[in-house]
């Protein structure tokens, strides 16, 4: 047995022995936080780069690449979670329930009526550390927030509608921020508190050009410290943070590790291997296909399974022919064998109706067997029925149209083709158009997409997934679906204070969505994240906000005996 043979066989004996002391209760279950170190993570999205560090260009990745550093005034309160006791698995891309808040950067709010306004109060002694070239260390003030506001609201880049709400935000004082509302919104505290684009960046880092990663800078517990693009991007320690976490009744001041790299991997084969070869401490998504060699190969990993909380589909341009004509597209609905790509496809490992509702939005989603009979039979392969609704559309000889798809996804990649000769069988031809992702985004967002658009999209939360996909020039319309009913459901929810009485709005308009079939549905996958015994403190939460992994990360420390012991 040479060298290379001999590591491998060593960590397997030094894994067994740790995990038998671990069995045998040898490892406490509160154990004492360790400090130093770096954590290498691949984060859910581990191919795609940042696509901007400021905040007013709307980028839906900005709370991802930036929630070490930049606040915001609201967060998941990660005591709630299953690891600590909790039931929330803190896995949704943008969906915080009401009872696992905690305020962030604000100590305290309440809500008043007539009109209905939202006081916060800041944390005291919160501070913005020092960057030469840019800004001195300061206190985080209610200014902050109203800047940061402001500046969203004025931006072109904004989401249409977004903030129509709001009448005006202002500071009554040094640390007390007042949101006066024109109207009730039920994601008023979405929309600026724990949302997409709700991160606190001071005025002096806009001044020195918040696009540039140099001049970043937020009250966050890192500091960016280095960025390479396709590459990583790195933070250090912020020594001058506020918060501490709470670990067996004990505080502890935060963070832990002295360094969080964010790695970019776009290669599927060479993250698994930076993964299994411990160069990643943590991947946070893996397609079922992996799991089982990984497994093999590296059996010390801990798993967390889930079921993906974007929602996979071939979007139609209702505004361009053929697809104006709802039998075309539930046409194409039912010309693909669904049940057929759950099972061999992704090996089981989907299900095949979960999107545009999430299946863990108790109270918002209903199963499939619930939906109307119109609905259901969109899942039901039927290539006949198919065929003779393409009749009635004039349309026996079929047709070709363009599907766009994004490069950066291994699993579109396969889907598609696989989707594409589903369509063949009834003569309707597909022309694939792969892209890299700045163009494939860029083409949703200016509304030049092609008639077809292979793309997941983010669940969000019940009434954003919606509103986002199928109200009237949204900008994550990529079917351009406008109907002036849809229009009106949509803000008579918003406007509905008591939740059952929302649930029951996004249900009947979830059925009505479906039917129409603006989209190609398809199976929703169940995603995998892994990582090493070392990395404590975790479970495989995902987020604590929009698409924000921050407050997770800087929660995590590093076992370092274990890691050594395990021969990395």
């Known amino acids: 047995m040479n060298l290379s043979q001999a590591k491998p066989a060593l960590r397997s004996i030094a894994l067994t022995a740790l995990l038998s002391a671990a069995s045998m209760g040898a490892i406490a279950q509160a154990e004492k936080p360790q400090y130093g170190g770096t954590l290498n993570i691949g984060m859910v ?7 901007s560090w400021d905040p007013a260009d709307w980028a839906w990745k900005f709370g991802q690449d930036t929630g070490l550093m930049y606040e915001q005034l609201f ?11 909790g039931k929330h698995a803190f896995v949704a891309d943008s969906w915080l329930p009401s009872d696992a808040i905690r305020g962030e950067l604000a100590e305290s709010w309440k809500t008043m009526d007539n009109p209905f306004r939202v006081e916060v109060k800041l944390r005291k002694g919160v501070m913005f550390p020092e960057k030469p070239g840019v800004m001195k260390a300061r206190e985080l003030v209610a200014d902050d927030v109203v800047y940061s506001f402001t500046r969203l609201d004025k931006s072109p880049k ?27 919104n039920a994601e008023w505290d979405y929309r600026f508190g724990w949302g997409y684009y709700s991160s606190i960046v001071p005025k002096e880092v806009t001044e020195a050009g918040a696009g540039n990663w140099k001049n970043a800078n937020g009250t966050g517990p890192f500091m960016l410290s280095d960025y390479v693009q396709g590459n990583a991007v790195t933070f250090s320690k912020n020594n001058q943070y506020w918060d501490k976490e709470q670990i067996a009744g004990q505080p502890y001041k935060m963070p832990f590790v002295d360094k969080i790299v964010y790695r970019t991997i776009k290669d599927e084969a060479s993250y698994l291997t930076a993964l ?12 079922w296909s992996a799991v089982e060699e ?10 967390k399974r889930s079921v993906d909380t974007g929602g996979t589909f071939v979007a139609m341009r209702v505004d361009t022919k053929p697809f104006d004509d709802i039998r075309v597209r539930q046409a194409l609905n039912m010309a693909v064998n669904k049940q057929e790509i759950v099972q061999q496809y992704y090996g089981g490992n989907a299900v095949l109706f979960g999107y545009p509702m999430h299946p863990d939005y108790a109270g918002y989603y209903e199963t499939l067997d619930q939906m109307p009979v119109a609905a259901q039979d969109l899942f039901k392969y039927n290539p006949d029925k198919a065929k003779a609704l393409l009749a009635e559309a004039g349309l026996a000889k079929g047709f070709s149209f363009k599907v766009q798809v994004c490069s950066c996804s291994p699993d579109h990649m396969d889907l598609l083709p696989l ?20 163009a494939f985004l860029s083409a949703m967002t200016t509304k ?9 999209n983010g669940h969000t939360n019940p009434t954003t997934s919606i509103r986002k996909s199928f109200v009237t020039k949204q900008t994550w319309n990529p079917s351009q679906y406008s109907d002036p009913e849809m229009d009106k459901r949509m803000a008579a929810t918003y406007l509905e204070r008591d939740e059952s009485k929302r649930q029951l709005l996004i249900k009947l308009m979830t059925r009505d969505i479906v039917e129409k079939a603006p989209y190609i549905w398809l199976p929703t996958p169940i995603g995998y994240s892994a990582w090493w015994p070392w990395v404590k403190n975790y479970d495989g939460e995902l987020r604590a906000g929009s698409e924000r992994p921050g407050p997770i990360h800087a929660r995590m420390w590093v076992d370092q005996t274990m890691k050594k012991k395990m021969g990395f």
């Open 294 to 303: 990984l497994k093999k190969n590296a059996p010390g990993l801990k798993w």
């Open 45 to 51: 999205y581990v191919t795609l780069s940042p696509l």
């Open 158 to 184: 904004k989401v249409p509608t977004y903030f129509d709400h709001v009448d005006k935000v202002e500071a009554k004082d040094k640390h007390t921020v007042l949101f006066t509302f024109k109207n009730y």
């Open 276 to 287: 299994r070869t411990a160069k990643l401490d943590v991947l946070e998504g893996i397609r």
């Open 419 to 438: 989707v594409a000769a589903y369509l063949d069988k009834v003569n309707v031809k597909m022309e694939i158009q792969p892209m890299e992702y700045g």
């Open 75 to 85: 967060a998941a309160d990660l005591n709630k979670s299953i690891r600590k006791g």
């Open 448 to 456: 030049t997409n092609a008639a077809g658009y292979l793309m997941r």
